[in-house]
């Protein structure tokens, strides 16, 4: 029997979650006794002497510590790849949704009488997976004769066409002797979690992911709170968020970027599915609308209280209106142990010409007080500044940034004066993939190329640097660990 053709022409909504930054690969303890370390094969611990744990977990998105530790968190990736599997995760009118288009298919389908090449079939584009999984595994017995050979790639596990759905698990650890094992999971969800932090004090969490389903070609991040006592039950805050917010210092309040509108023009996929040998494979193809070009977004730096004094999660949360501001994904927010917020972004003034200025400014303002609004730098100091400001990474004792620049070169900057010092001054026209990380308030864990002279003349290192000097960490680390964390 000849293959026949089951061709569906379904555009899928994609969200661009910010792409083309580096990661946060490493995670110091607070009391800087061992780091996470995220490797290219999964999830490890390595103490101040580099010496790696077992491993701890495979798949592992976003890690954040709790404040003794003891303790740290995890977002662990998985994939289901079956509708009883996937049904229980899905919101319930998620499922229903699914469950009535899956069955509108089916009976169209069973219908079909014409040339199954010109064969379409319309579906929500976000449930697309979910549908066929439904169809596969609730309908296939049924379906597989109208079809024919073209439904055995739909069939087969290991067929071209990837029926599966990742679910992404936030689960706590328990660190003891060099070694971290799973303690409990606190919540599931099917949308990506991109970035993570614990509230000071360990009560709650927040966490900044695509929503599941998605709200909107624009809506690329959501960010949710979640309280320890209940992390069944997330409270989504806000959506349209950048990819880096803080909690204030209390605890109890998230302060975050939001865009005030869509962004123009998104990335859609074309997802077609055609037969090819008998089996069903399918193709991805990204676009953007020509007539659509980047544009300047208004948003706001917002303070939301969304624990209350029990600890609990508020019901409506209080929210404020720090600044308002160009909004871009990677828009960084850190808070102060005083209290102020720091921010890093373009320092636009209206009305402007054409030649908008690309890099940016810091900024800082007292929550208490939004009209101390004010640059924390000089214009002469800020041209020092030459590295990626939304990458900083503030030192422990909330002296100094860390900007890594676009050629790989690591830069100190003093808060105070806006004095810059190169900690590491080579360049290199590979792209980075790690974000530094702080180990105290004099120490700085960052990637250093092949030749460097802090590191070793064979491949990449990850290295400890100190007033005192540098010391390589990864020097005994596998191949494995090292891919995607060291080296692109």
């Known amino acids: 029997m000849t293959a026949r053709l089951v061709c569906l022409s379904i555009l899928l909504f994609a969200a661009v979650l910010p792409g083309c930054l580096p990661e946060a690969r490493i995670a110091w303890s607070p009391d800087g006794r061992y780091a996470l370390v995220r490797g290219g094969d999964g999830l490890y611990l390595s103490d101040g002497a580099g010496k790696l744990s077992a491993r701890i977990a495979e798949d592992v998105s976003a890690v954040a510590w709790m404040p003794d530790s003891r303790q740290f968190i995890a977002v662990c990736d998985k994939t289901v790849d079956t509708w009883d599997e996937l049904a229980p ?51 296939g017995k049924e379906l597989a004769p109208a079809v024919g050979d073209a439904w055995k790639g739909l069939a087969a596990r290991n067929s071209p066409l990837p029926l599966k759905h990742s679910v992404r698990g936030v689960q706590v650890f328990e660190v003891a ?94 997802v077609t599915f055609s037969t090819r040998e008998g089996q069903l494979t399918y193709t991805r193809q990204r676009f953007r609308d020509p007539e659509q070009q980047p544009r300047l977004r208004q948003g706001q730096i917002l303070r939301c209280t969304v624990i209350g004094e029990d600890g609990t999660l508020l019901k409506k949360p209080d929210k404020l209106r720090l600044a308002l501001v160009s909004f871009f994904d990677s828009l960084p927010v850190r808070c102060l142990k005083n209290g102020r917020v720091l921010f890093a972004a373009r320092d636009i003034h209206l009305p402007a010409a054409d ?30 500044v030459v590295g990626r400001l939304e990458l ?97």
């Open 89 to 139: 995760r899905l919101p319930e009118a998620v499922r229903k949704s699914v469950e009535m288009q899956a069955e509108a298919f089916r009976q169209q389908i069973l219908a079909y009488k014409g040339d199954w090449q010109k064969f379409r079939f319309d579906a929500k584009p976000s449930d697309v997976i979910a549908i066929l999984m439904c169809l596969r595994d609730v309908h």
């Open 177 to 270: 002797d060099g070694q971290a094992n799973p303690v409990k999971t606190l919540l599931e969800t099917l949308g990506p979690i991109t970035e993570i932090r614990v509230a000071p004090g360990g009560k709650a969490f927040a966490y900044a992911g695509q929503a599941y389903p998605p709200e909107g070609p624009g809506a690329v991040l959501a960010l949710y709170a979640v309280s320890m006592a209940a992390p069944d039950k997330p409270c989504r805050v806000e959506g349209r968020v950048s990819l880096f917010f803080d909690w204030s210092p209390d605890g109890r309040s998230l302060v975050y970027a939001k865009a005030d509108s869509d962004e123009p023009g998104a990335c859609m996929p074309t």
């Open 355 to 384: 030649n908008i200025p690309a890099g940016l400014s810091l900024f800082s303002l007292d929550p208490a007080d939004p009209k101390t609004l004010a640059a924390m730098f000089t214009p002469e100091a800020r041209k020092e």
């Open 392 to 488: 900083l990474q503030l030192s422990p004792d909330e002296t100094r940034l860390c900007v890594p620049d676009e050629e790989g070169r690591i830069l100190l900057v003093d808060l105070a004066t806006g004095k810059v010092t190169a900690v590491h001054a080579e360049g290199t026209k590979d792209p980075m993939t790690t974000i530094p990380a702080w180990r105290s308030k004099d120490e700085l864990c960052f990637v250093v190329p092949q030749g460097s002279k802090l590191g070793a003349p064979n491949r990449s290192e990850l290295v400890l640097w100190s007033p005192a000097g540098c010391r390589r960490l990864s020097q005994d680390w596998p191949q494995a660990v090292v891919e995607g964390l060291l080296v692109p």
